[in-house]
Nanobody
Framework: QVQLVESGGGAVQAGGSLRLSCAASGRTFTRNAMGWFRRAPGKIREFVASINWLGGMAYYADSVKGRFTISRDIAANMVYLQMNSLRPEDTAVYYC????????????????????WGQGTQVTVSS
């Protein structure tokens, strides 16, 4: 069984930074990409960023472009999300997810196309 476990969430003031981590464990599994999503109170889950597992290419939602950086450590089986210049509207539960499908356009922003999910970590940004 594959497990994804997020960590690094917390409470910060606007303009601050946080670094989220996602540890993959369990049986070895192939993956095309790893992604981060978030769900704010009263809203649907939305795409934040994705990284191609082997090639390292990254894709971001417009709302976080230039502020967030996704990265991965293949040897450690980890994915990270560095979040800078945080805003109150970034407040949400952040989820890590794994996409096993190899695609013509390598990334997908659709949550239902990801195969494995973590439990989430809360990020709260105060003004």
């Amino acid at each position: 069984q594959v497990q994804l476990v997020e960590s690094g969430g917390g409470a910060v003031q606007a303009g601050g930074s946080l670094r989220l981590s996602c540890a993959a464990s369990g049986r070895t599994f192939t993956r095309n990409a790893m992604g981060w999503f978030r769900r704010a109170p009263g809203k649907i889950r939305e795409f934040v960023a994705s990284i191609n597992w082997l090639g390292g290419m990254a894709y971001y939602a417009d709302s976080v472009k230039g502020r967030f950086t996704i990265s991965r450590d293949i040897a450690a089986n980890m994915v990270y999300l560095q979040m800078n210049s945080l805003r109150p509207e970034d407040t949400a539960v952040y989820y890590c997810a794994a996409d096993q499908t190899y695609r013509s356009t390598w990334y997908t922003t659709e949550p239902n196309e990801y195969d494995y999910w973590g439990q989430g970590t809360q990020v709260t940004v105060s003004s």
